[in-house]
């Protein structure tokens, strides 16, 4: 299996995760350098990519840091330092901590929901069944959409008291939560949708690492009298472990940065309920109350909970059990 | 898994094929849903049991939300967003990562290790600083009458480059054939002729990878077009759809529905002629290499 790195992309949209070989992360010299030295030709190539990447990504990623320790003046743009003024109010602040707390409860419920469903999708489609190939294009569909439009398509469906799953609920007898009206029901309802959404590309995942286990390793269990769960559990499991670690920090990342569909279907609400760290930083930013210093702040501390995760990824990777086909 | 009796295996197969019918069903329906809701008048919507296909289909939802929100507009803006980013983002991913495999230069690998940099760094740390550079920042700096906000532009550039591309298509490129490479350069072939005639046609699946990802990122991009843009002619879809989501508010869910399917249904019939592309290409990052 493959070393993999989960990219964060620097233009807002959520970038799709990508593997490498660690051969790549070592700065080895690449094979085909063969031509002579050719700087003119070379820096030509790299302006464009690398003038953007400085002027939208480096400098405003500096430029951030930068205001989290100002108080911004927004009636004459005038900006006056206040060391960490920002990071001591959104941290005594019990909205922050909250926002902390919901985005923590975010994230481990979706990625409980998207790893255990995906496998199961992804064990299920592993079978010999027709149409399995139909059934995973399905399954995969949802990922490619807006989040905002399917977003919009679930607050009907959650409706209580005309949407689909009141009514789903009444075949049960059982009467709906208010779902995105009730502080303690809108954060599953979100996880619900984000699941929904992004299952299919860990089922997707997952499959073509099940696909990629060698049979004769089922065989040689087999032989050795292991039954299904001793199968599952003795070749399965570990020959998916880099892969679900994969899935892991992707879907981790992939929760910090969500944003969309808590837009448009809680605006963050009822009462702060479904405010993660990503919206609490809009909300800061561009929202009624518009403070930048506390933004930039806010985003400072998701860009640090960020680069852990990336760290730790990488760190684990390179130290990676591997198990060759 | 195959079982040793007969009996158990049909068994399990119709169990998998009772769960196959049941995602598919859960997976299905919000679609189905959505169609079925566009088609509702709102008596319709609003009886309970709710029904299932609406007996007489009320197809003036689709030309209400068409004429409550400029639809055409936001087609046209997102179009435009989505042709102009990916065309960038592939330009500059292409040549930056031609020149980080095929040069052979000092200091390479230290921009190598600037794009890995730039990967590391969200999107959401440099929105605030993006926005103001677009209002009065770039307005001083061209000494121009206006600011940026709410233009093209504005909701271009910032997503032209890419760190993303140019590692995933960098990787493509370092394990392409070198004999062919250098019989490439026998023929006298300067760089930008092999990068045409010998690189881009070899390593057309990563390139073609690299287009999907970031023409769905475009298409679906969110919340810096909702930051920068203020006025319905400038939105895109997803940004649009979200207005005229707010300003119905939560009653007229059957003009709602028809909206939201002029953002999914293009989207999912180019899905449905293309899904095989489109699945290899969205998880490529993850089962390559």
Redesign the interface.
Known sequence: M???VA???????????????VD?LT?ER??????????F??VL??F??????T???????V??LF?SFQRVNLLN?KSKWIGLDNYRYIFDHPTFQQVLWNTLYFTVCTLVGVLVLGLL?AL??N?R?R??DG????????????????G??????F?P????L??IL?WFSIPSPGWLNDPNWAMPAIIIVYV?KNV??AA??FL??LQAIPKDLYEAAKIDGAN?WW?FRSVTIPMLSP?SF??LV?TVLGT??A??IQ??MTKGGPAYATTTL?YY??DQ??GNAAN?GR??AA??V??AA??TI?IIQFRATRNQVHYDG | ?ASNTTSQHISG?VA??G??AL??L??????F??LS?SLKSYAE??????EWIPSNPRWSNYSDAWNAVPFGRFYINTIIITAFGMTAQL???V??A?????????F??G?????L?????????????????FG?TVRDLLGLDKNWINTYQAMI????????G???M??GF?G?P?DV??AA?MDGAG?LRTLWDVVLPMAKPIVVTFAI?SA?????????P??VTNTNEMRP???G??FL?DNEG?NE?GV??AG?AF??IP??IV?VFA?RF??EG??A?????
């Open positions: 493959a070393e993999v990219p964060v992309s620097g233009s807002g949209a959520t970038a799709p995760p990508i593997a490498t070989n790549s700065w690449p094979r085909a350098s063969i031509w002579n030295k050719d700087w030709l070379f190539f790299m464009p990519n690398l003038f953007l990447l002027l939208f990504t480096f400098k405003p990623a430029q951030n205001i743009n999708i299920l489609l079978q069944l149409f399995r059934a995973r294009a399905v399954v995969f569909a949802p990922y490619l959409l807006s989040g905002a439009a399917i919009i398509v679930w607050a009907y469906i409706d008291r005309f949407g689909l009141a009514q009444s929904w299919g590309f997707t995942i073509a690492g299904a199968r892969i994969f899935l992707t910090f940065q944003f969309d837009r448009v990503v930083v809009y930013g561009f930048y933004s930039a985003a400072m998701l860009f960020m680069l990336t | 898994m197969k998998a094929y769960a196959m995602l598919l859960v997976i299905g329906i919000p679609m849903w959505m809701g919507i609003y009886t309970f049991p709710p330009i500059c991913g040549l930056c031609y020149a980080l495999s095929f040069f052979n230069v000092p390479r690998n921009f190598m290790i600037l794009i940099a730039a990967l590391m760094i969200p999107g959401e740390i440099t929105i605030l600083p993006n926005y103001l550079f009065n550039l910032p997503g032209a480059a890419t760190a993303f140019t590692f995933l960098r990787q370092m392409l070198r490479l250098d350069k760089h990802i769905v990122n475009k298409w679906n991009d969110y919340l810096w909702l930051i879809l997803t940004v759809l979200t989501f939560n869910w709602i529905m939201t953002v999914v989207l999912l899905f899904q489109i699945i969205l998880t990052g993850a089962t390559k290499g």
